[in-house]
């Protein structure tokens, strides 16, 4: 059998009426292992092309942010001085609007960032605070699968024979790859 140039040429459907593509020995399997590889290393430099273009696009993204930033930060001072000094339009709890016709002003009244010391703030509530303590429970399912077997989906806890609820065995399809 002729080897082919390209996988194109390969599938089953590409080939003459009644033909089928069939590796028959290890020269043909070796050959097969090459295309494959080589149809990897492409799709490698590929993504590695493109992974270079998104970074060299990010940091256009990220210049042409800053140049706006910069562009207008010294007329939204001095928009934030004159908002300072003018009646507003509506003002709510939480923000302070003044319309104008090209757009509105707003300020915005910020909640408080709360930086916390989890170790420090648990210790506190667990004599403090009982009742806002969480305890999460949850199954140590590394050793637990251990100690299982098998029914087809059914999972059994070997030591008692009982099924586990709440867990489903799914059959998966073995992974095969080909690799240097």
Known sequence: ???????????????PDGATFEITDDRMADWAVEKVLAEITERDRLI????ERIKELNEQ???LTEKCD???????????IYFEGVKPST???????????AGK????????EFVR???????WAEKSAPDFIEVAKSVNWADLKKATTLDGETVVYAETGEVVP??????????????K
Do not use: I
């Open 166 to 179: 709440g867990v489903v065995a799914k059959a998966r399809e073995d992974v095969f790859e080909v690799t």
């Open 91 to 101: 003002a709510t709890k939480t923000q302070t609007t003044y319309k104008l016709l």
């Open 117 to 123: 010391d989890e170790k420090a703030l648990v210790e």
């Open 61 to 63: 993204k990220a210049q």
């Open 70 to 80: 910069n562009g207008t930060s010294y007329l939204k001072t001095k928009l934030r």
């Open 48 to 51: 590695a092309l493109v992974n």
């Open 1 to 15: 059998m002729e080897y082919f140039d390209d996988f194109e040429n390969v599938a089953d459907t590409n080939l």
């Open 105 to 112: 002003l707003v300020l915005k009244q910020q909640q408080p």
